[in-house]
Every structure is written in structure tokens, then in C-alpha cells.
């Protein structure tokens, strides 16, 4: 039966669907790693998929040319918005390449907004008592903000995100009083509006752990969150992260 099985329906290796999808191999790794295509690791770490999979994927979208529609369905990385140019100014880590594949795999950037992260930054903004909570994607050029409460603008410059410093960190990422750390005391949105003074960011993951973004919430006056309140900001980011991570039905 086992045979018979496999026979219907193949496994196949990264190069193999890569090749199905006509796109890289490499490209093909990181949807599976995002989980943006359905795959298993085999003991010696290989990722593989079903043949079913990959031409569920064609028949929905037909020839990878360009950005296929479908939460599930990966777009073709040809944007700029998702690529690093080499000489960016913020910091990031050496798997920046692989984090931003995996946010464009989530097609979240610049989707309308949805109560159940809105639902996540007002109870943030509340359980801290901060007047502005923020759910942030960091794609390579933009801070986009998916969900927020006390900010007008959707989105600022990469190289002005606290949130950047966020990602880079397996703890919450605190700054007591932005006007006095030397890595955000010249920031344009510490010496205009909205006037930072602290900020408390949690990353936001994947299913491939990778971070996406944070959560985190912001305040016009120098303050530290209590004990309560920092674990109330990490349990609402894991909600938050498992949003990110939940296919849509």
C-alpha cells in the first residue's frame, strides 16, 4: 500500500519542485522553511514536499511569472521591496535575506486591516499602560505597521525603526529614554513627532521561527514596564505570532 502511495503522488526534493515551479532552489527552500509550501524535514534535514502540493499550486496559479494570488501561495521575490540592496544603514542580522523571503511569503505587507490584530495592539496599549501599540513588519525599505492605536502614519523609513534593534534579539528589546541611548537620540521620530522616549518591542515569528516584525508599544515619557506588564506584552506577541502563522480558511 505504502508503495502505492508514493507511486500516486511522489515525494520530492527542493531541487525537484523548484524545477516543477520554475524558480530556484534556493527560492523554493525558504517557502518551505516560512511554510508558505507544505513540507516535512527527513532525519538528515532535507526539506521535501508531495508532487500533489506543488501542482495544487500550478493549477491554481498557473506559470510562476509573477506574484501568484493566495495567502498560501508564494509570490516571485522580483521586488525591491523585499530585496537588500547592500548598503543598508540599519542593523541586521546575516539571515536578513531569508527573513525577508519569508515575509513576503506571508502577503501581510500592505493587507487591509483585520480586528484580530487590531484586537492585540488595544489590549497592548491597555495591559501597559502606552499610549501608542504598533504590530510592525520590517520588509527592506519600510516599518509598515499591520495594526496600530495612538499613531496616524502606517509606516516610517527601515532606517528609523526601533523595531529593527527588536528583531535582532531572542528577549523583549527595551529603551528606557530614547533621548539618552546614543543609538536613537538623533532619530527623526524621537525629535519630532511621535516624540519616542520608550519603547518595548517583542519579535513577531514565523513557523520557521524568523521574525516578522514586533509587537510593541511605545510611550512619550521615559518609563520601564513592571514585571506584569513585560509578560503580559510577551504572551499577547506570541497571540499575535500565531496569527502570523495561521493560514487563513
Known sequence: MQSKIIEEDPILTTSAAARMLGVATSTVQLWMESGAIPSWKTPGGHRRTRQSTIQAMLERAGPLSGALSGESTPPVLDDPEYLLS?????????DEARRLAALAATGLVDSAPE?????IVRLAATVTGSPIALVSLLTARRQWFKARVG???QETPREWAFCSHAILQD???MVEDAATDERFRDNPLVLA?????????VPLRDRAGMPMGTLCVIDREPRRLRSAELQALCDLADIASSEIQAKKD
Open 171 to 173: 528577549a523583549p528589546f
Open 193 to 201: 513627532e511621535p516624540h519616542i522616549r520608550f519603547y518595548a518591542g
Open 86 to 94: 547592500g548598503n543598508e544603514s540599519y542593523p541586521a542580522s546575516g
Open 151 to 153: 499613531l496616524g502614519p
Open 115 to 119: 480586528e484580530r490584530f487590531n484586537r
